[in-house]
Nanobody, 127 residues
Framework: QVQLVESGGGSVQTGGSLRLSCAVS???????MAWFRQAPGKEREGVVI??????????ADSVKGRFTISQDNTENTLTLYLQMNSLKPEDTAMYYC???????????????????WGQGTQVTVSS
């Protein structure tokens, strides 16, 4: 059973940085993984999409140049990191990690296409 656990959220001021982590346990293959975020009253939006088996990573235009994704693999756990720099108040949202055992479709993925989700971690950026 695949489980995703996010951590690293918090409150920072504009211009600050945070690093989110998504620990994936129980995985057995490469995954299309993504970070989504959802602000109150808004739809869930994709922030970054990556295939853990290698290949391109796609960032939303709103975070390009500020957010960077990386991963660390051990025998039983894959950890996906999201380094967020130069944070803005509009980055405030609940951030979710998502995974699905397939290739990524491209630079856009629907949230509904991911079968595994973490519980989310809150990021708050104050001005």
């Amino acid at each position: 059973q695949v489980q995703l656990v996010e951590s690293g959220g918090g409150s920072v001021q504009t211009g600050g940085s945070l690093r989110l982590s998504c620990a994936v346990s129980g995985y057995y293959s490469s995954y299309c993984m993504a970070w989504f975020r959802q602000a109150p009253g808004k739809e869930r939006e994709g922030v970054v999409i990556t295939y853990t088996g290698g290949g391109r990573t796609y960032y939303a235009d709103s975070v390009k140049g500020r957010f960077t994704i990386s991963q660390d693999n051990t025998e039983n756990t894959l950890t996906l990191y999201l380094q967020m720099n130069s944070l803005k108040p509009e980055d405030t949202a609940m951030y979710y990690c998502a995974a699905d055992p397939r290739y990524c479709s491209g630079d856009y993925e629907e949230a509904a296409d991911f079968g595994h989700w973490g519980q989310g971690t809150q990021v708050t950026v104050s001005s």
